[in-house]
């Protein structure tokens, strides 16, 4: 196996708790993915990437771990994980295991055992510090920096009993483990070999860039608006992360070959993500990148999100694409756990677009150059969920910010708008199978509502259908396996005279692909330059979204179509 087999690989991500309930306790688990595994096969993805399964109190959905080695009894027992790994081996698929390791669940032993007295061995794995000096510990604003935290709230949570406080960029629940200590690295990479040996073939690396912070702990600069400060720049991207990923390397993954490494990384520049993929400095595979997912975001939260101009999403994709042209390689995602749906976001969930959209985006997240991440359900449409209290949602994000936003003078109905858009739990409802009740997924009450539109979005109604989001999913998966120029080609943006229209061309050797798509939902002319009518003049279709595809490159487009021309 070519030691860059992920370039032509597609990873699909599955959120146990909404993929498949075998019990009935309304919760998924491994013997429900194991069930599921035709569908996987029938898309023909490579890789499955599971969000967290390990044990865990599930104050973030399992992104809280309190036992690395073992299985949640939600999700089942290690004897499931081993069968689920063996049935992806034998249809040749491969998984790929979340490693949640900038932070583990305060209910974790080391954690326990930390802040059990200011003389334990372990307190310094974890960020103790005194409150700032001159000020009463425990009284607002005697933490030790200001830093906002990712979930609402400061992220120093004050322990009566030692008289301190421990760091958590996320919830209080999720304390941040100390990378500068040697022993926390080794118990790390330990447990790391300790799941290769069992045989997973990868990791997706959880906030990986926040594991090195600066020492200083600066206060954050206070934004308008805010009430703390923003500790990014104190703690994204520290002084020794990339010592610490080369460190992990070498620790973990030398000599061991077929594997696969993602690291999440929340504010990456195009710069950094260089040197985080750059094969020769030997840190992680492919990165994730925010920019495209911000994009939308307001200035002072993501909760107040705006609708994105034609063109913006082309032209920031574009500028990642060439940023990594010549060294390293891009992970390709439009949705996943934490994102809303991307048909809702960056396509038209409206009825008459929302299948033009949803395989308008498809084509362009799968022919771009990079590895492409499917998110469960994207390969349906599956959309945004119509959430009309706060009752409906779970996620502790989207709680805290409601609380908060209220307690700040907001109207309910406002901050219930700006959830709506954006709230975690969008990705989060139970995929749909088939038009039963609660969609397939569960024979009990799921944890969070099934969507109601699953009689009419489910895979059992568009399997046999050519022309339904699933079939292009799978015919553009079917693409890069087939066709070099999709893993291995140049890729270059073609000016269509629309900002809309994201036009670009895949290259390698004497192969060239046209990929031509209209990302709105209004028809859109396309003009092109002379030298690139000439070039495409005698190019065929390849595959298109819609039916009766025009083979001329400068033909106009309906709304939101889609069409791959070949030279
Ligand atoms: O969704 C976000 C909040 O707006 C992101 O900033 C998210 O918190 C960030 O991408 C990190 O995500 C990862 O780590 C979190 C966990 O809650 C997310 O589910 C996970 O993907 C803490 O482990």
Redesign the pocket.
């Known amino acids: 196996m070519a030691p860059d087999w992920w370039k032509s690989a597609v990873v699909y991500q599955v959120y146990p708790r909404s993929f498949q309930d075998s019990d009935g306790d309304g919760i998924g688990d491994l013997p429900g993915i194991r069930r599921r595994l035709d569908h996987l096969e029938r898309l023909g993805v490579d890789v499955v990437w599971l969000?967290p399964v390990y044990r865990s109190p599930h104050a973030?959905?399992g992104?809280?771990i309190s036992d690395y080695r073992d299985i949640d009894p939600q999700f089942g027992t290690l004897d499931d994980l081993d069968a689920l790994l063996a049935d992806l081996h034998a249809r040749g698929m491969k998984l790929v295991m979340?490693l949640?390791v900038?932070?583990s669940s305060d209910e974790h032993p080391w954690f326990v055992e930390s802040r059990s007295s200011r003389d334990s061995p372990k307190r310094d794995w974890y960020w103790w510090r005194p409150a700032r000096p001159g000020r009463e510990p425990g009284t607002p604003g005697a933490e030790p920096t200001n830093w906002e935290s990712?979930?609402s709230g400061p992220t120093w949570a004050y322990d009566e009993a030692t008289g301190e406080y421990y760091l958590h960029?996320?919830?209080r629940k999720?304390p941040d483990l100390n990378w500068e200590n040697p022993e926390v690295r080794e118990a790390v990479y330990e447990m790391m070999r300790w799941w290769f040996d069992r045989g997973v073939d990868g990791f997706r690396m959880?906030?990986i860039n926040l594991i090195s912070k600066d020492l200083a702990l600066l206060d954050g600069v206070i934004a308008p608006g805010r009430t703390l400060g923003d500790g990014s720049p104190h703690d994204i991207g520290g002084p020794r992360l990339h010592e610490f990923l080369q460190e992990m390397h070498r620790e973990v993954f030398a000599g061991r070959t077929g594997l696969i490494t993602v690291g999440?990384t929340?504010g990456v520049t195009l710069e950094e993500a260089v040197l985080f993929t750059d094969p020769a400095r030997r840190e992680v595979d492919m990165v994730f990148q925010?920019e495209h997912v911000g994009l939308d975001h307001g200035p002072d939260t993501?909760f107040r999100s705006r609708r994105l101009q034609p063109g913006e999403l082309a032209e920031s994709l574009t500028r990642w694409q060439d940023a990594l042209a010549d060294v390293g390689w891009n992970s390709l995602y439009f949705a996943?756990?934490?994102?809303p749906r991307s048909v809702s976001r960056f396509g038209d969930d409206s009825p008459v677009h929302r299948r033009s959209s949803a395989t308008a985006l498809a084509t362009v997240l799968h022919l771009q150059r990079g590895t492409p991440y499917v998110y469960q359900g994207e390969e349906l449409g599956m959309t945004n969920s119509p959430f009309a209290a706060i009752d409906d949602y779970r996620d502790l994000?989207s709680l805290n910010w409601y609380a908060e936003s209220l307690a700040a003078g907001a109207v309910a109905e406002d901050s219930l708008w700006g959830l709506a858009a954006v709230s975690?739990d969008n990705a989060r409802t139970p995929v749909q199978w088939d038009d039963s009740p609660e969609a397939g997924f569960t024979s009990g009450t799921p944890w969070i509502a099934v969507n109601p539109n699953s009689a009419e979005i489910n895979a059992a109604a568009q399997y046999d259908d050519p022309s339904s989001v699933f079939s292009m999913h799978r015919a553009l998966i079917a693409l890069r396996h087939e066709l070099p120029v999709v893993a291995h080609g140049t890729f270059r943006r073609v000016d269509a005279g629309d900002p809309a229209v994201f036009a670009f061309e895949r290259a390698l050797d004497d192969d060239r692909l046209l990929v031509v798509v209209n990302l709105s939902s209004e028809p859109r002319a396309v003009r092109l330059e002379a030298s690139e009518t000439e070039r495409w003049s005698s190019a065929s279709v390849l595959l298109a979204n819609l039916a009766d595809a025009s083979a001329s490159a400068w033909a106009d487009l309906r709304p939101w179509e889609a069409k791959v021309l070949r030279a």
């Open positions: 969000s973030d959905n992104y809280d979340d949640v900038n932070h990712f979930f960029l996320f919830d999720q959880d906030v999440e929340p925010f993501k996943n756990h934490d994102q994000e975690r």
